[in-house]
Structure formats: C-alpha cells, structure tokens
C-alpha cells in the first residue's frame, strides 16, 4: 500500500517537471458545505504565482463559470470564470463534431445563466410544445416539473429513437445540504433509459463530466487554446486531483494522466486501502489533503 503524503501543495513545489499541468476537483478538494478547505486558497495562488497551468473540473453542469467562479470566491477563493471547466463545457465539442449549431435542443432543468447549451451555438427550449422540432434533449438539473416532462421526452424518444439525450453530469445523485441528498442529471438520464428499454427502444446517453472523457478533452483544448500548454504535453505530467475514486481518479487515469487523491471529501481512508491492485480506481498518490 502507497504511504499518504500529508500536502499535495507541498509535493507539487518540488515535483518540477513531473506536473505540467493540473485538473483540480471543486467540491471535497477545494471546498466543502460551502466553507474553503485547508491550503486551498494557498494552492491556487501558488499556481497563479508560479504560471502552472491548471483548471478547475467540475461535474457541476447547471452553474456557469460566471456563477461558479463567484460562489467560490465568497469562500475566499482567488477562482476567476476562465478558471473552471464545466462537464457542460464538453457541450461544445459534440455541437461542432456533429454540425448542430444552430439547431433546437430541449433542456431538461437549468443549464446555467448564461445557458451552456446557447453557448454551444444550439438553440435552447424549454416549452414542451416544442419538443418536437428538437434535434435532441439535454439533461439540466433542479427547477422543473418532473411528471410532464419525463413524460413528453420519453414519448419523443419513442417517435425519435436516433435523437440525442446529452447527460453532462452523469451523477447519480448530489449531496444537498443538511445531509441529504438529490437526484443528479445521471440518475434522472438513467431511469429514462430504463423505461424506454422496457418498452423496447434503446437509447445510449451520451455522458459528458467525470469520469467520462468528453469533460478532460475539453480541459486540454481550454488550456491548450489559452497558450498554457500543447499537444506535445506528456499526458501522465497532467495531474488530475480529486477526492473521489470514482470520478476524479478513474477519469484522469481512463486518459493516461498521474492523479492523486485527496482524503478531505467523500473517499474514506479504508475505502482506498481496499482496492485491488490495478484497479482504475488506484490512484497514482494519495495525499491528506491540499
């Protein structure tokens, strides 16, 4: 079994050119309930200080950059909107790869203000009369009334079963506050699979945030189109960070990349120390925290 180191910050300043880059996890690495986490200010203004390129990867696909960038800044984190890649980001990927600009798509919930998916060049709707002149479905969060709508997107899937269903967060569920939880984009995207199966329609989400690879190619063409690195950059010297097993460091190891595990959010100790040897989930280093 690896040792646990206690800093990740602290190995990283003498790590040299083994990190050319970093893919920080936000909530139970940088943050968690809302309060700033121990070294996390210190970290990102270390990697300011010194130019070591970096994003913040979040599987938190209803809070634009702008949004995200400024709850995080409430809790004392130097965090700007260019900072952070969403798993909504990866929309724009599959827009341009499949020539949808400016086709209409019907948005499940909130996809951010300002919206991902009109970023994206799509024409978001939300009013279920249009659902069928929609060239798919994406799969929001939060503030929409379930009944009719899983309803009328399951019938659309069933006259429409070559149309898209983009999951970007594929999480089954959130931690919500007071200790409870809430059904996330990936759970809600997951039922709808099951009933059309059952009535004989497949249909293959398409997931796009962690731990699927759609969210790590759009963090590399982010830092890549700023200038930060390129595609000569090693992969295993881009180190994914994170506090869960599942997410952070499978993704970052399904793309060839070091990764480390934070034991400061939802990964007990024990639960690392179980996994077999070569399991994905194993992560390169495990650190106390930040």
């Known amino acids: 079994m690896s040792e646990v180191h206690p ?10 050119d083994q990190v050319a880059g970093v893919l920080l996890d936000v909530d139970g690495t940088l943050e968690r309930g809302g309060v700033a986490l121990p070294r996390a200010a210190e970290t990102l203004d270390w990697l300011h200080s010194v130019a ?8 938190d696909g209803n809070h634009s950059p702008e949004e995200k960038a400024f709850s995080l800044t409430q809790t004392g984190l130097p965090v700007k909107p260019e900072d952070i890649v969403s798993c909504s980001d990866a929309i724009v990927e599959y827009t341009s790869d499949h020539g ?40 929001g969060e939060q503030n929409y009334d379930w009944e009719p709508v899983f309803n009328a997107v399951i019938n659309y899937f069933v006259r429409n079963p070559e149309s ?10 959130w931690p919500g506050k007071r ?3 809430r059904i996330g984009a990936g759970g809600k995207a997951r039922f709808i699979k099951m009933v059309l199966a059952e ?51 499978t993704g970052a190891n399904r793309m060839g990349h070091s990764s480390a595990l934070v034991l400061t959010g939802i990964t007990p100790r024990r639960q690392w120390e179980s996994l077999p040897a070569g399991d994905e989930r194993c992560p390169t280093l495990v650190f106390e925290g930040l």
């Open 199 to 249: 009535y004989g329609v497949e249909l293959e989400p398409l997931y796009l945030g962690k731990p699927n690879p759609a969210i790590y190619r759009r963090a590399f063409h982010h830092l890549e189109g700023r200038g930060l690195i390129d595609a000569r950059t090693p992969a295993t010297a881009l180190w994914g960070v994170g506090d869960s097993l599942r997410s952070d460091i």
């Open 52 to 59: 070591k390129p970096f994003v913040l990867l979040t599987n």
């Open 7 to 16: 800093s990740f910050l602290a190995w990283m300043r003498t790590a040299g």
């Open 164 to 173: 898209f269903l983009i999951v970007p967060n594929p999480d089954m569920y």
């Open 100 to 139: 949808l600009a400016g086709r209409k798509v019907f948005v499940m919930g909130d996809l951010g203000t300002p919206c991902y998916a009109e970023r994206a060049g799509l024409k978001p709707v939300r009013k279920i009369a249009e659902l069928a002149d929609c060239a798919g479905v994406i799969v």
């Open 179 to 181: 200790g409870e939880i």
